[in-house]
Each structure stands twice: as structure tokens, then as C-alpha cells.
């Protein structure tokens, strides 16, 4: 049974940082294509960053170069790395994957439409 769990949600202040995890079971990482999303009251899902099988990385154009995805196969666990928080990061934060063998991009991020496997996500609260 796929599993996948994230944690590492808090409140910081503007300018901050944060690591969210994501730990996967009931399958191995390096097989699925994955990516976080974050989700305000009222909007949808939105990517936020994709990591592809090849080890191949994309990013909203909103927390490029701020925010990092990252892989540990050996843990099966994935990352999102948050620097220079802002205010307008706040958001509940999921990891998804899609089922394998397939990578389903709308503008280069993975859509959360293709979504097989969802977290329950994880709350990240901004202060300026």
C-alpha cells in the first residue's frame, strides 16, 4: 500500500527557511515521478516543484531559486528545501506522485490532476 507522509510544516517569519519531508512507502522513489504542491482555502492544488525519475528538476517561476527538490533514494524520502520564505508561501504544503511510468507536466510541473498518491499535508505559515 502506497504511503506517503510530510512533515516539517511551522510558523517562521519572512526570510526564513524550512525543510518539508516527504516519507514514501509501498514503493521505491526513484520510480515515480514526484512533486510538492501547495493549496490556499478556496484555490487549487498548485505545483510547486517537480522531480522526474531521470533526477530532472522544475519549479514554479514564483520559488525558483529559493525553494530546492531534492531525492534521497536510499531514505525514500523527498525534500522541498524553503529559503527566503515569504508571506505569500503560506500554504498547506502536499507531496503527490504519479503512477509509474508516466510524467504528466503542465508547464513543465507536474499536474496535480495526474496525481495517484497524495500526502496529507503539512501546514506552512509565513509572518511578515
Not at 510538492?36 to 514554479?60: C, M, N
Amino acid at each position: 500500500q502506497v504511503q506517503l507522509v510530510e512533515s516539517g510544516g511551522d510558523s517562521v517569519q519572512a526570510g526564513g527557511s524550512l525543510r518539508l519531508s516527504c516519507a514514501i512507502s509501498g514503493y521505491t522513489s526513484n520510480n515515480y515521478c514526484m512533486g510538492w504542491f501547495r493549496q490556499t482555502p478556496g484555490k487549487e492544488r498548485d505545483g510547486v516543484a517537480t522531480i522526474d525519475t531521470d533526477g530532472s528538476t522544475t519549479y514554479a517561476n514564483s520559488v525558483k531559486g529559493r525553494f530546492t527538490v531534492s531525492k534521497d533514494n536510499a531514505e525514500n524520502t523527498l525534500y522541498l528545501q524553503m529559503n527566503d520564505l515569504k508571506p505569500e508561501d503560506t500554504a498547506m504544503y502536499y507531496c503527490g506522485a504519479e503512477s509509474p511510468g508516466a510524467c504528466s507536466k503542465v508547464a513543465g510541473l507536474l499536474h496535480s490532476a495526474y496525481v495517484s498518491y497524495w500526502g496529507q499535508g503539512t501546514q506552512v505559515t509565513v509572518s511578515s
